[in-house]
């Protein structure tokens, strides 16, 4: 029993040395700057998301941070630069411990996440769920996009491309077979996002007359969590002769990114049709060459913008909407050769 106590002390011990440093660090990083200069804010917003997606994400804050200088709003990036790699739940308990006056952080539906929420929200901290949202949480707003709708679009490209196939074989007199679309679903998500993303696309497929005869919606797990482990499993798809897919769907950047890599390795190009997710400059580069047939992006500057307002509407108001949408736009072929351009 004495000994038990004392790894639970040792425990205890070091979370509170860990917060201490980490206080320590972020308050010697915000006293710098320019020497004889500084500003003054009304508000301390954090926004704490993970290391995976950084490009995506680096967006989404670039535009949070532009619209809380407009509101008199600092808004920090919480976590980052930081000698030791905190768990994003112990980084929820830094900044409730902070006092920040909100949060903004990707949701799940872990019941220890949920907790920690309903911790922050009672001590009267409003929080905003950014693209992930934990429903069964007592969260202000969800910042998002509509999933089911996302089904739908990407259903639709699955039907031009189903199309354009028909089309090739009755040219070449072949006979056509059913269509396999493979979908890559992140693992670790405990969030509905994935499975309303996927009715979207299987009513879709469903109300254009498409059945089991003439095409099959199947799901690949990726396991994001260790590095190159999403790059590892892609991979394997594009290896296992004979059972590659037809149309192979991406619903995140990086898997977006490892699956047209893996094509142009492999020697796969048209061979497998890719649908991506995300506009990131290698994304449009690969959408206008036809490594990838199409790619949905969301809008980042106002997905970022749209937290800041929403926790300073409830600051101001003591109410926010609870969901506000995010606008996703389809990008094809020419329209990424434009948008390459203008970069």
């Known amino acids: 029993m004495i000994r038990k106590r004392t790894i639970v002390f040792a425990v205890e011990l070091a979370f509170l040395l860990g917060c201490l440093i980490f206080f320590w660090q972020r308050f010697r990083e915000l006293g710098r700057g320019e020497e004889g200069s500084y500003e003054l804010y009304d508000r301390h917003y954090v926004m704490i998301t993970g290391r995976e997606d950084s490009d995506f994400w680096d967006r989404v804050y670039e535009s949070a941070v532009a619209e809380g200088k407009k509101r008199g709003a600092y808004v920090e990036r919480f976590g980052e630069d930081l000698a030791v790699e905190y768990r994003r739940n112990d980084l929820l308990k830094m900044a409730m411990q902070a006092s920040v006056d909100g949060i903004i952080v990707p949701g799940d539906e872990e019941e220890e996440t949920i907790a920690i929420l309903q911790d922050i929200v009672e001590q009267g901290i409003p929080v905003v769920n950014v693209l992930q949202d934990s429903t069964g949480s007592i969260r202000q707003c969800f910042v998002g996009n509509n999933s089911y709708n996302l089904g739908q679009d990407y259903g639709n490209q699955i039907l031009n491309l189903l199309a354009e196939r028909e089309n090739a074989a009755g040219t070449d007199g072949g006979t056509k077979e059913p269509a396999r679309v493979l979908v890559l679903v992140d693992e670790n998500r405990t969030d509905t996002s994935q499975n309303l993303i ?20 199947e799901t690949s797990p990726v396991d994001n969590s260790r590095g190159f482990s999403s790059e590892e499993a892609i991979r394997d798809i594009f290896l296992k002769a004979g059972k590659l897919p037809d149309i192979l769907v991406c619903l995140s950047a990086v898997h977006t990114r490892c699956a047209y890599q893996a094509a142009v390795d492999y020697n796969k190009v048209g061979i497998v049709q890719m649908l991506g997710y995300y506009d990131s ?27 800041v307002q929403a926790l300073d509407e409830y600051m101001e108001t003591g109410y926010t909407n609870n969901y506000m949408a995010v606008d996703t736009q389809l990008i094809t072929s020419e329209e990424a050769g434009r948008l390459v351009q203008e970069r």
Do not use: F, H, P, W
């Open 281 to 307: 400059d290698a994304i449009l580069e690969a959408v206008s060459k036809n490594i990838l047939y199409s790619t949905i992006a969301l809008d980042t500057e106002q997905m970022g913008r749209l937290c």
């Open 198 to 217: 996927l009715l979207g696309i299987r009513e879709t497929l469903e109300n254009a007359g498409e059945n089991a005869d003439s095409v099959s919606v």
